[in-house]
């Protein structure tokens, strides 16, 4: 018997709300850090994948958004598949990415002519479905943006990271504000830790976990990412745990 129309809207009503539990179900996956400190304070003890996270660089401009850049490389670099990679302007320099271990060949980089073309390529990059991560450098970060990427995120399973960066300073100040994000973090770049013999030791970080979703929030001194995309807890202190600096968040809405 031929299906009536009302029966057949409400069948495809259900497919898409099985389609949009599939997105929450791959949510629920994780990415571990592979570091035991950083991974114990994450729900699920991971990054949480098919989600949409945040991360600037501290007070030193320039360096700290580098640092900033490196620490989303290495992220995206232990994912599978492609990630694109969204920008304003061409600043980007590939060798430092592949340092974080993500070669050239596995980023498409994408030049927009402004931030909304930036946050209408990283939707769209994240609705595709096909890429391991999305990465998109952008000052502003708006709850309605933020809330249109983490769906998307969700509904692919996709990783999405922007990176905020600004031009000017008084653009800072809209990193404290809400958005739909899972997590927002912040590095800083520290001094290098000395050799025993002349050279440049491994870069080091300040990472501050400032707001996850029904998560803590946590400070951790690391070791930029190596050829592999892996953070290593400073020599310095991996002996400690970091339990004590932990802060329970409640969750981000």
């Given at each position: 018997m031929a299906m009536s129309s009302s029966s057949l809207a409400l069948s495809e009503l259900r497919d898409r709300i099985a389609r949009l539990e599939?997105?929450?179900?791959?949510?629920?996956?994780?990415?571990?850090?592979?570091v035991?400190?950083?991974?114990?304070?994450l729900p699920g003890g991971g990054l949480a994948l098919g989600a949409l996270h945040e991360v600037a660089g501290g007070a030193n401009g320039a360096v700290d958004g580098a640092a900033a850049?490196?620490?989303?490389?290495?992220i995206a670099a232990r994912t599978r598949g492609r990630v694109l990679w969204c920008v304003t302007r061409q600043d980007l320099f590939a060798p430092s990415l592949a340092h974080a271990g993500l070669p050239p060949g596995r980023v498409i980089f994408v030049e927009a002519?402004?931030?909304?073309?930036?946050?209408?390529?990283?939707?769209?990059?994240?609705?595709?479905?096909?890429?391991g991560a999305v990465v998109a450098e952008v000052a502003r970060l708006p709850m309605t943006?933020?809330?249109r990427l983490q769906l998307a995120a969700e509904v692919s399973g996709t990783l999405g990271i922007a990176i905020r960066r600004w031009r000017r300073q008084t653009e800072a100040t809209d990193f404290g504000q809400p958005t739909a994000a899972v997590s927002r973090w912040r590095v800083s770049a520290l001094s290098s830790r000395p050799l025993p013999v002349p050279g440049v030791g491994r870069p080091?970080?300040?990472?501050e976990l400032l707001r996850i979703r029904a998560g803590e929030s946590a400070d951790f001194e690391v070791e930029a990412p190596d050829a592999k995309g892996r953070l290593a807890l400073s020599a310095d202190l991996a002996h400690r745990s970091a339990a004590p600096q932990a802060r329970r968040l409640g969750a981000i809405r």
């Open positions: 599939g997105g929450s179900a791959r949510r629920r996956e994780v990415l571990p850090f592979g035991r400190e950083i991974d114990r304070v850049a490196l620490w989303a490389a290495g002519g402004d931030e909304a073309a930036v946050l209408a390529c990283f939707e769209e990059g994240l609705r595709h479905g096909g890429l943006s933020s809330r080091r970080w300040r990472l």
